[in-house]
């Protein structure tokens, strides 16, 4: 399914299943009044809240939870008499009268799951109290793969019902592609952290504790802290929960980090910060600060006779947070940087600018991206900036 198609069908989906909610209703009930607007504008708004109870339990997957979870709600957006939904080897959920029909459910849906297509059928039994007589079955389909079925019973045959059912199927097949996207999202995150912490190079974890050696005689309360500092750096950076973090966390370990590149630099490498306490709590992708810091320490001191100055400060900007990681290093070509953030940077660039920026705007959006001011022997200057709350996003 294209992006585009996917977005009317977001938009638009609650809204075509309003309209076969208010027929299906119609044949399947007699018609009620109410005394808030016309039985119409009842129905849409109660068919829209049912919709959105029964989304969040279909984007954790196509699964036995999420199928009992949301079975119910979809029989009442069908108004029908059962509803069952599978996978592609089992019942997953049956809501409704008629439960005995869910040990042929399987043969109706094996049929589908050959064909991709939607089906309708008698399903009459030997229990003549039993009102499920007929069914339409319908196809849950991700990337134009069929990964379950949704099978609709009522007492009769009915067009109207078929239609609905096939709408209700599209806009399930929705949350699951949904759901889909925000595993694969998930992944990619957990990738790219992944080749983050790969990044972090051995040289400097040598050359740490290195300097940490060179304090033991000489001072051993200052190599003490220092091997503190590179115990909590490595244990933030190689930890396991949550792929996001806050500001303060995030900041805190900067400094450990900038502490131990002191120790091996002393007053070569200067650093000023600039915090506004009332942005630490604003959370923030895992491992976002730490890539650009340690570019800022690396192109910093490259080629640097005295004294390297680092300016970290993080802002308070409105609804947003906002910081500034700025060097009087060598800076590099425009073009060059360009490169980078296609993804052609060499491998002495390394992974850390471009994976940033990517993470940010697959978060964010693309207004979000990293804002680099940089030019030949000009420094460099990053701009990042990231809403103070935004839906899904909490630091741990």
Not at 53 to 68: D, M
Not at 95 to 124: K, V
Not at 162 to 182: C, I, K, M, T, Y
Request: glycine letters at 10%.
């Amino acid at each position: 399914m294209s992006g585009a198609a996917l977005a009317v069908l977001i938009v638009l989906g609650p809204l075509l299943l309003a309209g076969g909610f208010v027929l299906g209703r119609r044949t399947a009930r007699p018609e009620r009044t109410s005394d808030v607007g016309t039985p119409v504008e009842h129905a849409t708004f109660e068919t829209l809240h049912t919709a959105s109870l029964a989304a969040p339990p279909l984007r954790a997957g196509l699964t036995e939870e999420s199928a009992r979870k949301a079975a119910h709600r979809l029989r009442s957006l069908l108004g029908t008499d059962a509803l069952c939904l599978t996978d592609g080897e089992r019942v997953l959920a049956w809501d409704g009268l008629g439960g005995h029909h869910a040990e042929r459910a399987m043969e109706r849906a094996g049929e589908l799951l050959a064909s991709g297509r939607g089906t309708a059928f008698s399903d009459g039994c030997d229990d003549l109290d039993c009102p499920l007589r007929w069914g339409v079955a319908a196809p849950l389909t991700v990337d134009n793969r069929v990964l379950g079925t949704l099978i609709a019973y009522a007492p009769r045959e009915s067009a109207v019902l078929a239609r609905a059912a096939g709408e209700v199927a599209r806009w399930v097949s929705v949350q699951l592609e949904l759901a889909e996207l925000d595993r694969s999202r998930t992944r990619l995150i957990e990738a790219e952290i992944k080749a983050l912490r790969a990044q972090i190079s051995p040289h400097f974890i040598f050359n740490s504790l290195a300097a940490i050696a060179s304090f033991v005689r000489t001072d051993p309360e200052r190599a003490r802290e220092l091997l503190l500092e590179f115990a909590d750096f490595t244990r933030y950076s190689f930890r396991r929960r949550g792929e996001f973090t806050t500001l303060a966390d995030e900041l805190h370990s900067i400094d450990q980090y900038l502490a131990l590149v002191r120790a091996r630099f002393g007053e070569r490498l200067s650093v000023t910060l600039q915090i506004a306490p009332e942005v630490l709590p604003v959370a923030l992708p895992f491992l976002c600060l730490q890539p650009l810091v340690e570019n800022a320490v690396k192109h910093g001191l490259e080629g640097a006779v005295t004294t390297s100055r680092i300016t970290i400060s993080a802002l308070d900007a409105g609804a947003e947070a906002e910081v500034v990681i700025e060097d009087d290093g060598v800076g590099m070509e425009p073009d060059r940087l360009r490169r980078i953030l296609r993804g052609e940077g060499d491998a002495s660039t390394g992974i850390g600018l471009l994976n940033v920026d990517e993470r940010l705007r697959q978060v964010y959006g693309d207004a979000y991206g990293l804002v680099i001011e940089t030019g030949v022997g000009a420094g460099t200057k990053i701009t990042v900036r990231v809403p103070k709350y935004r839906a899904g996003v909490h630091g741990t």
